[in-house]
T-cell receptor, first 113, second 112 residues
């Protein structure tokens, strides 16, 4: 257990529904990252926050995706109008500056039917 | 990173033998590299890291080697144990944004 927690661990939804995932980073970690991982692949970067500011978004993050970190602690990732191609493991990682090692949570596995 | 789809390269190793996992990275500007271990249904777990000003770093039963000339990274696991069975990913961190770029992964199967 790295200290990064994610909720829920599993989510099954129907195409077109909205889903929201939560990540609680390690306490005092000021940077928080979201990644997506599909079967057999390494994680791919989606977006990251420095405290409450969202500093970078990947082009993988379509308009249907939005992430927030309102108080610089936990973060949420919302997917609107889910599509079957959104099925993946969504991973969260946190870091405390100036250390660079990212510690990952257990992930949320999403299945869109 | 290199994509291998559903068919991950697999390294089968006898318990007690040494394992060597290789990785080619893509960005010559990357200055920090990490090896992660991922067990089924879990998030990646940090194993060892190395900065670009080093060519070797040792941890407990693990050694990472970095060859910047050919952009190659390797992870050596000594006396491989059944608990080492997992998928191993290398990741590179370029200075821009500090986001990680992962390689395609290698599955290690330890035979008792």
């Amino acid at each position: 257990d790295t200290g990064v927690s994610q909720d829920p661990r599993h989510k099954i939804t129907k195409r077109g529904q909205n889903v929201t995932f939560r990540c609680d980073p390690i306490s005092e970690h000021n940077r928080l990252y979201w990644y997506r991982q599909t079967l057999g692949q390494g994680p791919e970067f989606l977006t990251y926050f420095q405290n409450e500011a969202q500093l970078e978004k990947s082009r993988l993050l379509s308009d249907r995706f939005s992430a927030e970190r309102p108080k610089g602690s936990f973060s949420t990732l919302e997917i609107q109008r889910t599509e079957q191609g959104d099925s993946a493991m969504y991973l969260c990682a946190s870091v405390r500056d100036p250390v660079e090692t990212q510690y990952f949570g257990p992930g949320t596995r999403l299945l869109v039917l | 990173g290199e994509s291998v789809g559903l068919h991950l390269p697999t390294l089968s190793v006898q318990e007690g033998d040494n394992s060597i996992i290789n990785c080619a990275y893509s960005n010559s500007a990357s200055d920090y590299f990490i090896w992660y271990k991922q067990e089924s249904g879990k998030g990646p777990q940090f194993i060892i890291d190395i900065r670009s000003n080093m060519d070797k770093r040792q941890g407990q039963r693990v050694t990472v080697l970095l060859n910047k000339t050919v952009k190659h990274l390797s992870l050596q696991i000594a006396a491989t144990q059944p608990g080492d069975s997992a998928v191993y990913f290398c990741a590179e961190n370029s200075a821009a944004g500090n986001k990680l770029t992962f390689g395609g992964g290698t599955r290690v199967l330890v035979k008792p």
